[in-house]
């Protein structure tokens, strides 16, 4: 039995509505053992145990984030950041001076690898080209992913690697940019972009692992005790790996792309198998693109595009069946869905799988979420609650996307990013990042959830659609005890009650009391995982 830890002096907001605050928690064993009082608490120290003083600082149920590329993430930490670039040239000069710090004669497997760029961020509309990249190298092949992830910008060297010629027919699910004459422009939509990163090299389990490592580290920093991962089969391995050998530090939900269902089927892999660090959560469908490349599935046609209803990556047919097959086989499924069509779409799908649920008459009620739902039509916004799918977002979205959203919705945007309207439907709203997409720092989500606004204030102060901004309470219970609940594991996380992990996340100041405008000054004080600090600053 380990000794007992005692953290008071705090400000504990536990998320249990039948003991909602406190001032100290007791914890043994990686559990909490006793909630209340500082006097209360304070009796039950052991003479081996540890008095910590929070000295007032905030305390909540750690943090989670229900939306991540850890992978990807972690390996983005060594790659090319273009998120925030202002113009065209600000991008090319980062990318120049990532390749500058290459050897001057990189093997021949070495590509320059990176993500973040946005042409509405550059204030234009006109992709870039391969002829920018050229200019920057000719023999190194470069492979820059858009911020939403659902288009690639690639050099000639990447090009004619993967053999795209004006003669390369458009896959399925994806489209290359051709110039007036039919050529490459060197822009790759959807699944046109695995025509080029097949080619990449693999990333072995231990560079995956190392990269890994320091992600964690990151993500302790910003006060994340888990996350919910939609990375595929290397990331698994690695995260297994780091498992094994008693390095992995964050709780981690574990989804599971589509074209991996007949093999989870055939080795019998349900949702929820695993244990407190690394668990099967659901099988990952994609319906539709994204709103910046304009891919994502719309009922009506994009603002000054009549012809560009987006794209359909999942037909609804096919989306079906291979729902309907996880859910015979035990695995939830969760789907990405951007547009109004899509999420429309993906519904009608939950719906027939649920009726099918009802006729197996299946105890377990599988937790199947939708990714996103950035635009839902009326009709279909209490749908979710209805068939208790779960409303998976992501509030730092909102905020990065108005001005394209605006542009490319018009005036459909007040049924964009809705999460007041998720929440009185009554469905569950569980947030996240969708890092790299977006920084991984739960504090720019939980801004941005409740002012509707961004760092530097924008669009004003009332935010955007402020008719959707929640609750600071709201808020936290969707990084905490929603994600819990999304993943099957409210019984032992998601909030402080004697019993449960003790996950916690210390913030410098209340959360709860201080001005929504200063909630980015505040720092994260300390991340206990396990009832051990894995991070801490005081």
Request: with cysteine; proline share 5%.
């Amino acid at each position: 039995m380990s000794a007992t830890m005692i953290l008071y002096n705090g400000r504990i907001h536990t998320l249990n509505p039948q003991q909602p605050t406190a001032t100290a928690v007791a914890i043994r064993d990686g559990k909490v053992l006793a909630i209340g009082s500082d006097n209360e608490i304070k009796s039950l120290l052991a003479a081996d145990g540890e008095l910590v003083n929070l000295n007032g600082r905030c305390l909540t149920p750690g943090l989670v984030d229900a939306h991540v590329h850890f992978q990807h993430f972690a390996l983005s930490l060594q790659r090319v950041d273009l998120r925030g670039s202002q113009t065209l040239d600000e991008a090319l000069q980062r990318i120049r001076q990532k390749l500058s710090t290459v050897p001057r004669s990189p093997n021949t497997d070495y590509w320059l690898l990176g993500r973040g760029w946005r042409v509405n961020d550059w204030g234009q509309t006109i992709f870039p080209t391969a002829a920018h990249l050229d200019a920057i190298s000719s023999d190194v092949p470069i492979c820059l992913h858009d911020h939403s992830g659902h288009a690639a910008w690639v050099n000639s060297c990447a090009l004619q690697l993967a053999n795209i010629t004006a003669q390369t027919a458009d896959p399925p699910g994806g489209q290359i940019q051709r110039d007036e004459n039919s050529q490459p422009t060197g822009i790759l939509f959807e699944d046109a972009m695995d025509l080029v990163t097949q080619h990449i090299p693999a990333t072995t389990t231990a560079q995956i692992a190392d990269a890994m490592r320091e992600a964690q580290q990151y993500c302790w920093r910003v006060g994340l005790t888990g996350l919910h991962d939609f990375d595929g089969r290397a990331c698994f391995i690695a995260l297994q790996s780091l498992q094994q050998n008693g390095e992995l530090g964050l709780r981690v939900v574990k989804n599971v792309p589509v074209y991996r269902l007949e093999h989870a089927i055939g080795v019998g892999l349900r949702s929820g198998f695993g244990n407190d660090w690394l668990r099967i959560g659901s099988v990952k469908i994609f319906a539709d693109g994204a709103l910046g490349p304009r891919t994502a599935a719309m009922i009506a046609p994009y603002e000054g595009e009549p012809d560009n209803y987006g794209i359909v990556v999942t037909d609804k047919e096919e989306m079906l069946e291979k729902a309907s097959t996880a859910s015979a086989n035990g695995l939830s499924v969760t789907v990405h869905a951007i547009g109004d069509k899509a999420n429309h779409d993906v519904l009608d799908v939950f719906e027939a799988v649920r009726q099918e649920e009802t006729i197996r008459n299946t105890q377990y009620k599988l937790r199947h979420r939708i990714e996103h739902v950035q635009l839902i039509h009326p009709a279909d916004q209490p749908r979710l609650a209805q068939l208790n799918v779960i409303a998976s977002m992501q509030p730092i979205h909102a905020t990065s996307d108005m001005e394209t959203a605006v542009h490319h919705w018009g005036s459909r945007t007040k049924d964009s990013y809705a999460w007041r309207i998720m929440l009185n439907s009554g469905a569950t709203l569980v947030f996240g990042s969708d890092a790299p997409i977006e920084k991984i720092d739960p504090m720019l989500g939980i801004h941005a959830a409740v002012t509707r606004q961004r760092p530097d204030g924008s669009p004003g102060p009332d935010g955007w659609h402020p008719e959707q901004k929640l609750t600071m309470a709201e808020t936290i219970h969707a990084f905490t005890t929603a994600a819990a609940i999304t993943s099957g594991q409210e019984a032992t996380q998601g909030s402080i009650i004697c019993g449960k992990l003790a996950d916690f996340t210390i913030f410098s100041r209340d959360i709860f009391t201080i001005p929504p405008d200063e909630l980015l000054d505040v720092e994260i004080s300390g991340t206990v995982v396990g009832g051990t600090f894995k991070y801490r600053t005081f």
